[in-house]
């Protein structure tokens, strides 16, 4: 079946600095990546869409300059979020989809900022 | 807006029982419905994919249907092990949109005692 590695599972910084996740589709060819977003005991909340090859669409709140998308290939995206804060610290989970069937979520990122 | 509901937030049951976790939506114009499993800290895991067209799925222990016009549809788990306590997320697929992500409900949390 499909297969979207996501990486790194965990991830610590500090206060100010970048940290980049990055989100794989193995065994197909993702035409559409999903960022998303999940705080505890809450449902998961949609950040932004990535088309390869194309700039990605953010949902309303989201800040682009913020939560920077990449979508270089049909198999690989990144998050890359800047100048972290504590409130930043969350559960981040990326999703893809080759066509108009399901969705294949990675394994998610916890991001602790200190 | 779409808005997915998912009753009750939690249940806990004891092994072997049969059960039914239910997902509401408040649109009925859908692409398709889906069901996943996530455990504590995890990424989420598919289990049934049901198209606007059909009315269940079922694999293995589980049977999920949908009723698009009452904008219901329900997960059946049968006889339940204690390997099944985990969240279960409802997630419809909307027509267009942006680029037709999934809209969540906040999930039910199921512990099955042995």
């Known amino acids: 079946g499909a297969v979207v590695s996501q990486h790194p599972s965990r991830v610590i910084c500090k206060s100010g600095t970048s940290v980049k996740i990055e989100c794989r589709s193995l065994d197909f060819q993702a035409t559409t990546m999903f960022w998303y977003r999940q705080f505890p005991k809450q449902s998961l909340m949609l950040m932004a869409t990535?088309?390869?090859?194309?700039?990605?669409?953010?949902e309303q709140g989201v800040e682009k300059d913020k939560f920077l998308i990449n979508h270089a290939s049909l198999t690989l995206s990144t998050l890359t979020v800047t100048s972290a804060h504590p409130e930043d610290s969350s559960f981040y989970i990326c999703?893809?989809?080759?066509?108009?069937?399901?969705?294949?979520f990675g394994s998610g990122t916890r991001l602790t900022v200190v | 807006k779409q808005e997915v509901t998912q009753i009750p937030a939690a249940l806990s049951v004891p092994e072997g029982e049969n059960l039914v976790l239910n997902c509401s939506f408040t649109d009925s114009a859908i692409y398709n419905l889906q069901w996943f499993r996530q455990d504590p800290g995890k990424g989420l895991t598919s289990l049934l994919l049901i198209q606007s067209s059909q009315r269940e799925q079922t694999s293995g222990r589980l049977n999920a249907s949908l009723d698009k016009s009452s904008g219901r549809s329900t997960l059946y788990i049968a006889a339940s092990q204690p390997g099944d306590s985990a969240t279960y997320l409802c997630?419809?697929?909307?027509?267009?949109?942006?680029?037709?992500?999934?809209?969540f409900g906040k999930g039910t949390k199921l512990s099955v005692k042995p």
């Open positions: 999703s893809a989809t080759g066509g108009d069937y399901g969705y294949t």
């Open positions: 997630a419809v697929r909307r027509y267009g949109g942006s680029q037709g992500n999934l809209i």
């Open positions: 990535s088309n390869e090859g194309s700039k990605a669409t953010y």
